[in-house]
């Protein structure tokens, strides 16, 4: 297809507006809508697997447009009535078919690509990890629309009715829905007794990815080939569809399909932990001395070090040995629901919410004592009960000499002062021999995750 050929192609076809909405409904719905992919270390801007996965997943909503604009544009030769006059010209019906998907493929391709580059110029001055694992995932996205939007095409050829394109474009969109939402996930139930539903392998088979919970989660590269493999097989499909001619082509025509879905179902994983795993690279720690971060998160580094180090030293002179030794940014990605995991001798950081996560100096300092000498328990995802910040809260004063909330808490500074009030004052009025009892034996019982710690401090008995 050459350059004139092109030019003609973008002025009597639907090929530019198909770019035009994806790109602009895109954008919208990122900077006018708040929600979570500008929040945290997972926003779309602050590192590039985040954006490539925030991204992908607006394909819950722009795969089926393109779907139905590609089949929008399929019915062009039948809304002119040229359908019989074109097939009398000895020009083969495949070019015609490949100049009429290679325009619309280069619009759609472009629009997500300029998607990414806005994104990506934000993410340049965000972060100082930069690598090229991320690239897969926008290149499958870009992919599936390209893919869609051919297969529309197919079906509104094969299918020449003006209630063709909306059909195929809420079609596209209710198995968009299912596979997020019932059909693509598995009921599951965690150790603590909660039931939560994971992704399936069918649910790949949408070109949608689920929410970004973690930054370093990716997707595994036998994903990215079995997505590949689906996505070929269906442009494929829609390609026959656009040169056949006969019942019987069109019926061949959907061999690709169902092939690629075959196949991609015999390489897509099955297990969740093998669909959405840990960027190994990303998670790799970098560390100045005892404190330690992901590669991903390096630019914390240097904030993180000081008051780590003085959290640590405070926590040896409050514990004795029982202390924490090191600060450890926490790599292991568990689904929700799980237990937290706790360690003896390290302090777990989390800096995607939490009491540490916009914490700085002193504030830091004090939430890194609160963590290492009282390890939250709350399952996974979510927010821990008042009595627990109250505990957390009064370790940390315990160890700094004055009770002060913790900044960053989803409790109320005055809500977490009137119950540990009355629990600190009672502790500080015993012995330092007594008071370092019930230290011990709150952190005790916050690392086994089988007490109440605030109860612990106050004299009564683990449960």
Same mark, same amino acid.
């Given at each position: 297809?050459n350059?004139?050929?092109?030019?003609?192609?973008?002025?009597?076809?639907?090929?530019?507006?198909?770019?035009?909405?994806?790109?602009?409904?895109?954008?919208?719905?990122l900077?006018?809508?708040?929600?979570?992919?500008?929040?945290?270390?997972?926003?779309w801007?602050?590192?590039?697997?985040?954006?490539a996965?925030?991204?992908?997943?607006? #394909?819950?909503?722009?795969?089926?447009?393109?779907?139905?604009?590609?089949?929008?544009?399929?019915?062009?030769?039948?809304?002119?009535?040229?359908?019989?006059l074109?097939? /009398?010209?000895?020009?083969?019906?495949? =070019?015609?078919?490949?100049? @009429?998907?290679?325009?619309?493929?280069?619009?759609?391709?472009?629009?997500?690509?300029?998607?990414?580059?806005?994104?990506?110029?934000?993410?340049?001055?965000?972060?100082?990890?930069?690598?090229?694992?991320?690239?897969?995932?926008?290149?499958?996205?870009? @992919?599936?629309?390209?893919?869609?939007?051919?297969?529309?095409?197919?079906?509104?050829?094969?299918?020449?009715?003006?209630?063709?394109?909306?059909?195929?474009?809420?079609?596209?969109?209710?198995?968009?829905?299912?596979?997020?939402?019932?059909?693509?996930?598995?009921?599951?139930?965690?150790?603590?007794?909660?039931?939560?539903?994971?992704?399936?392998?069918?649910?790949? #088979? /949408?070109?949608?990815?689920?929410?970004?919970?973690?930054?370093?989660?990716?997707?595994?590269?036998?994903?990215?080939?079995?997505?590949?493999?689906w996505?070929?097989?269906?442009a494929?499909?829609? !390609?026959?569809?656009?040169?056949?001619?006969?019942? $019987?082509?069109?019926?061949?025509?959907?061999?690709?399909?169902?092939?690629?879905?075959?196949?991609?179902?015999?390489?897509?994983?099955?297990?969740?932990?093998?669909?959405?795993?840990?960027?190994?690279?990303?998670?790799?720690?970098?560390?100045?001395?005892?404190?330690?971060?992901?590669?991903? =998160?390096?630019?914390?580094?240097?904030?993180?070090?000081?008051?780590?180090?003085?959290?640590?030293? #405070?926590? =040896?002179?409050?514990?004795?040995?029982?202390?924490?030794v090191?600060?450890?940014?926490?790599?292991?990605? #568990?689904?929700?629901?799980?237990?937290?995991?706790?360690?003896?001798?390290?302090?777990?950081?989390? !800096?995607?919410?939490?009491?540490?996560?916009?914490?700085?100096?002193?504030?830091?300092?004090?939430?890194?004592?609160a963590?290492?000498?009282?390890?939250?328990?709350?399952?996974?995802?979510?927010?821990?009960?008042?009595?627990?910040?109250?505990?957390? /809260?009064?370790?940390?004063?315990?160890?700094?000499?004055? @009770?002060?909330?913790?900044g960053?808490?989803? =409790?109320?500074?005055?809500?977490?002062?009137?119950?540990?009030?009355?629990?600190?004052?009672?502790?500080?009025?015993?012995?330092?021999?007594?008071?370092?009892?019930?230290?011990n034996?709150?952190?005790?019982?916050?690392? /086994?995750?089988?007490?109440?710690?605030?109860?612990?401090?106050?004299?009564?008995?683990? $449960?």
């Open positions: 297809m350059v004139r050929v092109l030019r003609i192609e973008l002025r009597r076809s639907v090929a530019p507006w198909a770019g035009a909405v994806v790109l602009t409904t895109a954008l919208a719905f900077y006018l809508v708040d929600a979570a992919w500008w929040r945290g270390t997972t926003a801007t602050a590192q590039w697997t985040s954006l996965m925030w991204t992908r997943s607006l #394909l819950f909503y722009l795969w089926p447009v393109a779907v139905g604009l590609g089949a929008l544009q399929g019915l062009r030769d039948h809304r002119s009535k040229m359908s019989e074109l097939t /009398s010209t000895p020009r083969p019906a495949r =070019h015609r078919a490949a100049t @009429l998907a290679g325009t619309t493929a280069i619009t759609l391709a472009s629009a997500f690509a300029l998607l990414v580059l806005v994104g990506a110029v934000q993410v340049l001055a965000n972060t100082e990890y930069t690598h090229l694992g991320w690239l897969p995932i926008p290149l499958v996205g870009a @992919l599936s629309l390209v893919a869609g939007a051919v297969l529309g095409m197919g079906a509104g050829r094969a299918l020449p009715s003006a209630l063709t394109p909306p059909a195929l474009a809420m079609s596209a969109f209710v198995f968009t829905a299912l596979m997020h939402m019932s059909l693509g996930r598995t009921e599951t139930t965690t150790a603590t007794g909660i039931l939560i539903t994971e992704p399936n392998r069918v649910s790949l #088979l /949408s070109p949608a990815v689920q929410e970004v919970r973690d930054v370093l989660v990716t997707l595994s590269a036998s994903v990215h080939v079995g997505q590949t493999i996505l070929l097989g269906m494929a499909t829609g !390609f026959a569809l656009l040169v056949a001619a006969t019942p $019987r082509a069109r019926l061949i025509a959907l061999t690709p399909v169902l092939a690629g879905a075959a196949l991609a179902l015999l390489v897509l994983p099955s297990d969740p932990r093998r669909m959405y795993v840990v960027d190994e690279a990303a998670a790799e720690l970098v560390c100045d001395g005892p404190v330690c971060v992901a590669k991903t =998160h390096q630019a914390r580094l240097a904030d993180l070090a000081g008051p780590g180090k003085e959290a640590l030293r #405070l926590m =040896h002179g409050a514990l004795g040995g029982q202390a924490p090191s600060v450890r940014e926490n790599t292991a990605v #568990l689904p929700d629901g799980s237990t937290p995991q706790r360690s003896r001798k390290t302090v777990l950081v989390d !800096f995607d919410g939490g009491i540490i996560a916009d914490a700085k100096g002193e504030e830091l300092t004090r939430a890194l004592i963590e290492g000498m009282v390890p939250g328990c709350s399952p996974l995802g979510w927010t821990g009960t008042l009595n627990d910040a109250a505990a957390q /809260s009064i370790a940390a004063s315990w160890a700094l000499g004055d @009770l002060k909330p913790l960053g808490s989803p =409790h109320a500074s005055s809500e977490q002062i009137a119950v540990a009030h009355p629990v600190w004052k009672e502790l500080k009025a015993l012995p330092r021999a007594e008071q370092l009892s019930r230290i034996a709150a952190h005790a019982a916050s690392l /086994s995750c089988k007490g109440d710690p605030l109860g612990v401090l106050s004299g009564g008995a683990s $449960r």
